[in-house]
């Protein structure tokens, strides 16, 4: 999946795809409304940590949380944000405008690394490249949705990576630990990412 730095529009890698099977297009992510919600950002293009905060929340309507039936409808979605990055003030903008997966999102700046268990989501800063395997000791086998946007991060066990290429945003999904996680992620969202499987650490995505 992909979205322009510049401009809200197709990539030709969108454009073939949705030659084949427009549906999957239209779906992932909810590019119609994405791309509305982009032109209503003060008449201005948005920042990249706007975009990316976007980016999460609709990931999360394309992954089932185990036992996310059984929970009361005000229970907050609790995000955690691990490290320094300018998402973090993003998420808490979008957070504030929208539920996540139905439910009102509270995020939360973890100070102690044991408070990650209590996360629906992590995003992980890229100032944590030393504390990443700690960190992801607390998450790893357990249904938290990590996410960051640092080189290599996600061939070390994050779930999902952002990132750049040239003026476009994509992603990348460890699938080793999403299979591990518990978390169940929509083939369709898998279709358009790119798949890695955990590696040592000194190998990079």
Request: positive net charge.
């Amino acid at each position: 999946m992909v979205l322009s730095m510049n401009e809200p529009r197709l990539s030709s890698r969108q454009v073939a795809l949705a030659g084949r099977a427009v549906p999957i297009v239209m779906a992932v992510l909810l590019w119609a409304h994405l791309g509305s919600a982009i032109t209503s950002l003060d008449g201005r293009h948005p920042e990249e940590a706007e975009l990316k905060a976007e980016f999460i929340e609709r990931f999360t309507r394309f992954i089932e949380w185990p036992g996310q039936d059984g929970r009361a409808a005000d229970e907050p979605f609790v995000i955690g944000i691990v490290g320094t990055t300018p998402v973090a003030r993003q998420l808490e903008r979008v957070a504030r405008d929208r539920p996540f997966r139905g439910r009102p999102a509270r995020v939360l700046q973890i100070r102690k690394l044991e408070a990650v268990r209590r996360c629906d989501l992590v995003f992980i800063a890229g100032s944590e490249d030393e504390r990443l395997s700690e960190i992801l000791v607390l998450t790893s086998g357990h249904p938290i949705l990590t996410i960051s946007d640092s080189p290599g991060f996600a061939r070390r066990g994050v779930l999902i990576n952002l990132y750049r290429e040239e003026s476009f945003l994509r992603f990348t999904v460890n699938r080793t630990e999403v299979d591990r996680s518990g978390l169940r992620f929509a083939a369709r969202l898998l279709h358009l990412a790119r798949l890695v499987q955990t590696e040592k650490p000194e190998q990079s995505d």
